[in-house]
Protein backbone atom coordinates (compact mmCIF):
# COMPACT_ATOMS: atom_id res chain seq x y z
CA UNK A 1 0.00 0.00 0.00
CA UNK A 2 1.25 3.94 -0.80
CA UNK A 3 -0.96 5.64 2.23
CA UNK A 4 -0.14 3.75 5.39
CA UNK A 5 -2.98 3.92 7.67
CA UNK A 6 -2.43 5.33 11.13
CA UNK A 7 -3.99 2.98 13.54
CA UNK A 8 -3.29 3.59 17.85
CA UNK A 9 -0.50 5.17 18.30
CA UNK A 10 0.50 2.58 20.92
CA UNK A 11 4.32 3.08 20.57
CA UNK A 12 4.01 7.27 21.74
CA UNK A 13 1.98 6.10 23.98
CA UNK A 14 4.35 3.67 25.89
CA UNK A 15 7.28 5.69 25.17
CA UNK A 16 5.36 9.27 26.11
CA UNK A 17 2.11 8.73 27.57
CA UNK A 18 2.81 7.35 30.63
CA UNK A 19 5.33 10.17 31.61
CA UNK A 20 4.08 12.44 34.23
CA UNK A 21 2.59 15.49 32.72
CA UNK A 22 5.45 17.91 33.17
CA UNK A 23 7.55 15.80 31.67
CA UNK A 24 5.04 15.21 28.75
CA UNK A 25 4.79 19.10 28.65
CA UNK A 26 8.80 19.19 28.70
CA UNK A 27 9.03 16.60 25.67
CA UNK A 28 6.54 18.37 23.68
CA UNK A 29 8.27 21.53 23.82
CA UNK A 30 11.06 20.30 22.77
CA UNK A 31 10.18 18.85 19.86
CA UNK A 32 8.60 22.26 18.89
CA UNK A 33 5.05 22.73 20.47
CA UNK A 34 3.71 25.40 21.89
CA UNK A 35 2.44 24.81 25.40
CA UNK A 36 0.63 27.69 27.65
CA UNK A 37 0.62 27.51 31.82
CA UNK A 38 -0.90 24.88 33.63
CA UNK A 39 -1.33 22.83 31.15
CA UNK A 40 -2.17 19.54 32.66
CA UNK A 41 -2.26 16.02 29.94
CA UNK A 42 -3.35 12.71 31.21
CA UNK A 43 -1.45 9.53 32.42
CA UNK A 44 -1.14 7.68 28.69
CA UNK A 45 -2.50 10.21 26.63
CA UNK A 46 -0.90 11.53 23.78
CA UNK A 47 -0.49 14.85 21.50
CA UNK A 48 0.98 14.30 17.46
CA UNK A 49 0.83 16.78 15.37
CA UNK A 50 3.38 18.96 13.09
CA UNK A 51 2.21 22.45 14.14
CA UNK A 52 0.71 22.12 17.52
CA UNK A 53 -0.50 24.71 19.76
CA UNK A 54 -2.00 24.60 23.20
CA UNK A 55 -3.33 27.32 25.36
CA UNK A 56 -3.10 28.16 29.35
CA UNK A 57 -5.23 25.58 31.31
CA UNK A 58 -6.09 23.65 29.21
CA UNK A 59 -6.92 19.72 30.97
CA UNK A 60 -6.53 16.24 28.56
CA UNK A 61 -7.95 13.24 30.97
CA UNK A 62 -5.56 9.77 30.61
CA UNK A 63 -5.64 7.59 27.73
CA UNK A 64 -6.71 10.17 25.29
CA UNK A 65 -5.11 10.55 21.78
CA UNK A 66 -4.76 13.89 20.12
CA UNK A 67 -3.58 13.91 16.26
CA UNK A 68 -3.78 15.98 13.74
CA UNK A 69 -1.31 17.84 10.98
CA UNK A 70 -2.00 21.13 12.74
CA UNK A 71 -3.05 21.39 16.52
CA UNK A 72 -4.84 25.06 17.97
CA UNK A 73 -6.53 24.24 21.28
CA UNK A 74 -6.94 27.38 23.12
CA UNK A 75 -7.29 27.94 26.85
CA UNK A 76 -9.22 26.38 29.28
CA UNK A 77 -10.43 23.85 27.12
CA UNK A 78 -11.43 20.20 28.94
CA UNK A 79 -10.80 16.75 27.11
CA UNK A 80 -12.13 13.96 28.89
CA UNK A 81 -10.51 10.61 29.53
CA UNK A 82 -10.25 7.77 26.55
CA UNK A 83 -11.40 10.27 23.88
CA UNK A 84 -9.67 9.70 20.56
CA UNK A 85 -8.97 13.05 18.01
CA UNK A 86 -7.78 12.12 14.82
CA UNK A 87 -7.97 14.19 12.09
CA UNK A 88 -6.37 16.59 9.41
CA UNK A 89 -6.72 20.17 11.17
CA UNK A 90 -8.03 20.52 14.45
CA UNK A 91 -9.16 23.83 16.40
CA UNK A 92 -10.79 24.60 19.65
CA UNK A 93 -11.75 27.60 20.93
CA UNK A 94 -11.60 28.59 24.50
CA UNK A 95 -13.98 27.10 27.35
CA UNK A 96 -14.80 24.08 25.02
CA UNK A 97 -15.41 20.91 26.44
CA UNK A 98 -14.99 17.40 25.06
CA UNK A 99 -16.06 14.42 27.22
CA UNK A 100 -15.11 11.26 27.59
CA UNK A 101 -15.35 8.07 25.13
CA UNK A 102 -16.03 10.85 22.31
CA UNK A 103 -14.60 9.73 18.58
CA UNK A 104 -13.57 11.97 16.18
CA UNK A 105 -11.96 10.62 12.81
CA UNK A 106 -12.91 8.64 9.33
CA UNK A 107 -10.80 8.85 6.43
CA UNK A 108 -8.66 11.88 5.84
CA UNK A 109 -8.52 14.09 2.89
CA UNK A 110 -7.03 17.43 2.05
CA UNK A 111 -9.78 18.85 3.35
CA UNK A 112 -10.55 16.99 6.90
CA UNK A 113 -11.01 19.15 10.03
CA UNK A 114 -12.42 19.98 12.72
CA UNK A 115 -13.32 23.60 14.49
CA UNK A 116 -15.28 23.95 17.75
CA UNK A 117 -16.29 27.52 18.44
CA UNK A 118 -15.84 28.66 22.41
CA UNK A 119 -17.71 27.08 25.11
CA UNK A 120 -19.12 24.12 22.84
CA UNK A 121 -19.71 21.34 24.59
CA UNK A 122 -19.04 17.58 22.82
CA UNK A 123 -20.81 14.92 25.34
CA UNK A 124 -19.91 11.09 25.33
CA UNK A 125 -20.32 8.59 22.88
CA UNK A 126 -20.39 11.16 20.30
CA UNK A 127 -18.94 10.16 17.18
CA UNK A 128 -17.74 13.03 14.46
CA UNK A 129 -16.43 11.63 11.12
CA UNK A 130 -14.38 14.56 9.81
CA UNK A 131 -13.67 12.85 6.20
CA UNK A 132 -15.02 16.68 5.43
CA UNK A 133 -14.77 19.69 7.57
CA UNK A 134 -17.12 20.36 10.29
CA UNK A 135 -17.42 23.73 11.82
CA UNK A 136 -19.56 23.62 14.44
CA UNK A 137 -20.18 27.73 16.50
CA UNK A 138 -20.04 29.44 19.44
CA UNK A 139 -22.29 28.01 22.37
CA UNK A 140 -23.62 24.94 20.86
CA UNK A 141 -23.97 21.61 22.65
CA UNK A 142 -23.12 17.95 20.84
CA UNK A 143 -25.67 15.91 23.05
CA UNK A 144 -24.49 12.48 24.06
CA UNK A 145 -24.31 9.67 21.12
CA UNK A 146 -24.94 12.31 18.59
CA UNK A 147 -23.38 10.88 15.06
CA UNK A 148 -21.86 13.24 12.53
CA UNK A 149 -20.99 12.24 9.08
CA UNK A 150 -19.44 14.12 6.45
CA UNK A 151 -19.61 11.54 3.83
CA UNK A 152 -22.28 8.21 3.00
CA UNK A 153 -20.82 5.18 0.76
CA UNK A 154 -20.85 1.88 0.39
CA UNK A 155 -22.48 0.44 -2.40
CA UNK A 156 -21.51 0.68 -5.85
CA UNK A 157 -21.60 4.37 -7.19
CA UNK A 158 -21.46 3.00 -11.04
CA UNK A 159 -24.18 0.67 -10.42
CA UNK A 160 -26.63 4.07 -9.07
CA UNK A 161 -26.22 3.96 -5.70
CA UNK A 162 -25.54 7.45 -4.00
CA UNK A 163 -22.16 8.64 -2.84
CA UNK A 164 -21.81 11.65 -1.00
CA UNK A 165 -19.09 13.70 0.18
CA UNK A 166 -19.83 16.97 1.99
CA UNK A 167 -19.15 19.18 4.92
CA UNK A 168 -21.35 19.69 7.99
CA UNK A 169 -21.47 23.23 9.43
CA UNK A 170 -23.68 23.83 12.65
CA UNK A 171 -24.59 27.60 13.49
CA UNK A 172 -23.85 29.10 17.34
CA UNK A 173 -26.13 28.23 19.82
CA UNK A 174 -27.01 25.56 18.38
CA UNK A 175 -28.42 22.02 20.76
CA UNK A 176 -28.44 18.81 20.14
CA UNK A 177 -29.30 16.78 22.52
CA UNK A 178 -28.42 12.64 22.31
CA UNK A 179 -28.77 10.65 19.94
CA UNK A 180 -29.12 13.39 16.99
CA UNK A 181 -27.84 11.96 13.24
CA UNK A 182 -26.47 14.80 11.16
CA UNK A 183 -25.92 13.93 7.70
CA UNK A 184 -23.49 15.22 5.03
CA UNK A 185 -24.04 18.33 3.89
CA UNK A 186 -25.98 19.82 6.64
CA UNK A 187 -25.78 23.39 7.27
CA UNK A 188 -27.68 24.46 10.19
CA UNK A 189 -28.20 28.43 11.62
CA UNK A 190 -27.81 29.60 14.38
CA UNK A 191 -29.95 29.52 17.86
CA UNK A 192 -31.77 25.85 16.83
CA UNK A 193 -33.08 23.50 19.22
CA UNK A 194 -33.21 19.71 17.58
CA UNK A 195 -35.36 16.92 19.27
CA UNK A 196 -33.88 14.02 20.49
CA UNK A 197 -33.42 10.86 18.21
CA UNK A 198 -33.83 13.57 15.27
CA UNK A 199 -32.42 12.60 11.86
CA UNK A 200 -31.17 16.03 9.60
CA UNK A 201 -30.84 15.38 6.15
CA UNK A 202 -31.39 18.68 5.08
CA UNK A 203 -30.42 22.28 5.77
CA UNK A 204 -32.49 24.30 9.18
CA UNK A 205 -32.56 28.00 9.01
CA UNK A 206 -31.71 29.63 12.23
CA UNK A 207 -34.11 30.50 14.96
CA UNK A 208 -36.26 27.29 14.39
CA UNK A 209 -37.25 24.09 16.47
CA UNK A 210 -36.99 21.07 14.54
CA UNK A 211 -37.69 17.28 15.58
CA UNK A 212 -38.41 13.99 13.04
CA UNK A 213 -37.13 11.68 11.23
CA UNK A 214 -36.33 13.14 8.80
CA UNK A 215 -36.55 16.47 11.08
CA UNK A 216 -39.12 18.89 9.97
CA UNK A 217 -39.24 22.52 11.61
CA UNK A 218 -41.68 22.37 14.57
CA UNK A 219 -41.32 26.21 15.58
CA UNK A 220 -40.19 29.89 13.65
CA UNK A 221 -38.94 32.74 15.62
CA UNK A 222 -37.90 30.67 17.84
CA UNK A 223 -36.97 31.34 20.88
CA UNK A 224 -39.15 33.97 21.95
CA UNK A 225 -37.86 37.42 23.32
CA UNK A 226 -38.41 37.38 27.49
CA UNK A 227 -38.58 40.96 29.08
CA UNK A 228 -36.54 42.33 31.26
CA UNK A 229 -38.37 42.07 33.98
CA UNK A 230 -38.68 38.34 33.23
CA UNK A 231 -35.12 37.82 32.81
CA UNK A 232 -35.03 39.19 36.68
CA UNK A 233 -36.99 36.91 37.52
CA UNK A 234 -35.24 34.42 36.19
CA UNK A 235 -32.02 35.30 37.36
CA UNK A 236 -33.25 35.90 41.01
CA UNK A 237 -34.69 32.38 41.01
CA UNK A 238 -31.06 30.88 39.99
CA UNK A 239 -29.66 33.00 42.69
CA UNK A 240 -31.94 31.45 45.38
CA UNK A 241 -31.52 27.64 43.82
CA UNK A 242 -27.34 28.82 44.21
CA UNK A 243 -27.93 29.79 47.55
CA UNK A 244 -29.92 26.29 48.49
CA UNK A 245 -27.24 24.48 46.90
CA UNK A 246 -24.50 25.93 48.73
CA UNK A 247 -26.41 25.29 51.89
CA UNK A 248 -26.80 21.74 50.78
CA UNK A 249 -22.85 21.42 50.63
CA UNK A 250 -22.33 22.95 54.10
CA UNK A 251 -21.27 26.13 53.11
CA UNK A 252 -23.04 28.92 55.01
CA UNK A 253 -24.80 31.71 53.12
CA UNK A 254 -27.15 34.53 53.77
CA UNK A 255 -29.20 36.10 50.78
CA UNK A 256 -30.41 39.95 51.40
CA UNK A 257 -32.51 42.18 49.07
CA UNK A 258 -32.32 45.99 49.66
CA UNK A 259 -33.76 48.28 46.58
CA UNK A 260 -33.90 45.63 44.12
CA UNK A 261 -30.25 44.73 45.08
CA UNK A 262 -29.31 41.17 46.10
CA UNK A 263 -26.68 40.27 48.35
CA UNK A 264 -25.62 36.98 49.02
CA UNK A 265 -23.14 36.66 51.80
CA UNK A 266 -20.78 33.37 51.86
CA UNK A 267 -18.76 32.39 54.77
CA UNK A 268 -16.38 29.30 54.34
CA UNK A 269 -13.23 28.61 56.42
CA UNK A 270 -13.67 32.02 58.58
CA UNK A 271 -13.66 33.84 55.33
CA UNK A 272 -16.32 36.41 54.05
CA UNK A 273 -17.82 36.59 50.00
CA UNK A 274 -19.99 38.73 48.89
CA UNK A 275 -21.87 38.11 45.08
CA UNK A 276 -23.85 40.94 44.53
CA UNK A 277 -26.61 41.08 41.54
CA UNK A 278 -27.44 44.04 40.61
CA UNK A 279 -30.48 44.00 37.51
CA UNK A 280 -30.34 47.60 36.56
CA UNK A 281 -28.68 51.23 37.74
CA UNK A 282 -31.91 53.45 38.80
CA UNK A 283 -31.16 53.14 42.49
CA UNK A 284 -28.04 54.58 44.31
CA UNK A 285 -26.32 51.66 45.77
CA UNK A 286 -23.59 51.87 48.35
CA UNK A 287 -21.91 48.62 48.30
CA UNK A 288 -19.97 46.58 51.01
CA UNK A 289 -16.19 47.54 50.99
CA UNK A 290 -14.93 44.05 49.37
CA UNK A 291 -16.98 43.32 46.41
CA UNK A 292 -15.97 39.51 45.99
CA UNK A 293 -18.56 38.83 42.77
CA UNK A 294 -20.41 41.07 41.13
CA UNK A 295 -23.45 40.24 38.82
CA UNK A 296 -24.80 43.04 36.74
CA UNK A 297 -27.31 42.90 33.70
CA UNK A 298 -26.72 46.25 31.95
CA UNK A 299 -24.25 47.37 29.35
CA UNK A 300 -20.40 47.33 31.08
CA UNK A 301 -20.12 50.79 30.25
CA UNK A 302 -22.28 51.86 32.63
CA UNK A 303 -20.94 49.76 35.50
CA UNK A 304 -18.70 52.16 37.88
CA UNK A 305 -18.94 49.39 41.05
CA UNK A 306 -15.92 47.36 41.38
CA UNK A 307 -15.49 43.73 41.92
CA UNK A 308 -12.47 40.88 41.73
CA UNK A 309 -14.96 39.46 39.30
CA UNK A 310 -17.83 40.96 36.88
CA UNK A 311 -20.19 38.44 35.66
CA UNK A 312 -22.59 40.61 32.95
CA UNK A 313 -25.47 38.80 31.69
CA UNK A 314 -26.30 41.93 29.26
CA UNK A 315 -22.80 41.85 27.56
CA UNK A 316 -21.90 37.92 28.29
CA UNK A 317 -18.75 38.77 29.44
CA UNK A 318 -16.63 37.63 32.81
CA UNK A 319 -13.40 39.45 34.16
CA UNK A 320 -11.50 38.25 36.62
CA UNK A 321 -11.76 34.80 39.22
CA UNK A 322 -12.69 33.72 42.36
CA UNK A 323 -13.85 31.24 43.76
CA UNK A 324 -17.36 32.34 44.79
CA UNK A 325 -17.48 33.59 40.94
CA UNK A 326 -16.24 30.50 39.72
CA UNK A 327 -18.87 28.29 41.36
CA UNK A 328 -21.30 30.81 40.41
CA UNK A 329 -20.48 30.66 36.64
CA UNK A 330 -20.70 27.27 36.79
CA UNK A 331 -23.69 27.05 38.42
CA UNK A 332 -25.36 29.13 35.71
CA UNK A 333 -23.90 27.02 32.56
CA UNK A 334 -26.82 24.67 33.81
CA UNK A 335 -28.95 27.10 32.73
CA UNK A 336 -27.27 27.92 29.35
CA UNK A 337 -25.86 30.92 30.69
CA UNK A 338 -22.31 31.36 30.04
CA UNK A 339 -19.44 34.46 29.10
CA UNK A 340 -16.97 35.56 27.02
CA UNK A 341 -13.78 35.88 29.23
CA UNK A 342 -11.90 39.92 28.54
CA UNK A 343 -8.88 38.36 30.41
Same mark, same amino acid.
Given at each position: ??????????????????? $? =?????????????????????????????????? %????????????????????????? +? &?????????? &????? @?????????? %????????????????????????????????????????????????????????????? /????????????????? /???????? #??? %? @?????? =???? &?????? +?? /????????? $? @????????????? &??????????????????????? %? #??????????????????????????? $? @??????????? =???????????????????????????????????? +????????
Amino acid at each position: MLIKKNKIPVAEMVLIGFL $P =SFLKVLIYKFKGYKIGKNVSIGLGSVIIGENVGI %GDNTKIGFISVIRARTIHIARYVTI +G &SLTMIDTGDL &SIDED @ARINENVIVG %GTKTPQSMLKIGKRVIIMEYAFINTTMPIHIGDDSGIGGHCLLFTHGSWLNQLDGFPVTFA /PITIGKKVWLPWRVFIM /PGVTIGDE #VVI %G @ANSLIS =SNLP &SNVMAA +GT /PAKILKENY $P @AKITSDKRNDILV &SIINEFAEYLNYNNIVNSLTIID %G #VYTLEVIKNKKQMYLIYIHDLKNEYAP $P @AHIDTLVVDYP =SKSADIKARMILNLHDKTRKGSTDLGEEFSKYLSRH +GIRFDRLD
